[in-house]
C-alpha cells in the first residue's frame, strides 16, 4: 500500500481539494486498493471544520463529493506515510518542524511531481478556486504517474 497525505496550513481549501481530486483519478485508474490518501493541515484553526464552501463548490462542478471530509491537524500517526505533499514553502516549513527528522517518505510541493518549483495558491486569499483547482489537478496528475512507476 502506498501511503499519501496532502497537507496545507488549515486542511479546509487546497489539501480536502488535492485529496479528493486525488481520490477519484485513483478510483478511475482502479488503483483504490494499492494507494491510501488522507489530508491534514500544519494549524490547529480549523480543526473539526467542514470543507469551504468556495472547494465544495468547485470541486461539485466536477461531481466530486467532500462531504464527510473535516480538518484535522498533522499529527504522528501520519509519519508512516510514502508521500506528505504539501501545498506551499510555508507548508514545508511547518511540516519539517512537526517531523522533526522522524520521516523516511518523500516530502515535496504538490507542484513539483508537475516539474515546477512553484506553489499551489492560497484560495483563502486569493478567492480564486479555479486556479487553485487547475494546478491541484496538474500536480495530481503528475504524483499519480510517479506512484505508477513505484508499483510496477
Ligand atoms: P488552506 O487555506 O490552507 O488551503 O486550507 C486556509 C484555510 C484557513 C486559513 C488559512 C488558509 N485560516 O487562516 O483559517
Known amino acids: 500500500m502506498v501511503k499519501v497525505l496532502f497537507v496545507c496550513l488549515g486542511n479546509i481549501c487546497r489539501s480536502p481539494m488535492a485529496e479528493a481530486i486525488f481520490r477519484k483519478m485513483v478510483l478511475d485508474e482502479r488503483l483504490e486498493d494499492k494507494i491510501q490518501i488522507d489530508s491534514a493541515a500544519t494549524s490547529t484553526w480549523e480543526q473539526g471544520n467542514p470543507v469551504h464552501k468556495g472547494t465544495r463548490q ?24 510514502d508521500y506528505i505533499v504539501a501545498m506551499d514553502e510555508s507548508n514545508i516549513i ?8 522522524r520521516y523516511n517518505g518523500e516530502l515535496k510541493m504538490l ?8 506553489e499551489i495558491a492560497d484560495p483563502w486569499y486569493t478567492g480564486d478556486f479555479d486556479i487553485t483547482y ?8 503528475g504524483l499519480l ?5 513505484d508499483l510496477k
Open 58 to 81: 468547485r470541486l461539485a462542478k466536477e461531481n466530486i463529493s467532500v462531504d464527510g471530509m473535516y480538518s484535522r491537524t498533522l499529527e504522528d500517526k501520519d509519519l508512516d506515510n
Open 94 to 101: 511547518n511540516i519539517k518542524k512537526f517531523l522533526n527528522g
Open 111 to 118: 507542484l513539483e511531481y508537475a516539474g515546477e518549483q512553484r
Open 134 to 141: 487547475e494546478d491541484v489537478v496538474k500536480g495530481c496528475t
Open 145 to 149: 504517474n510517479k506512484i505508477k512507476e
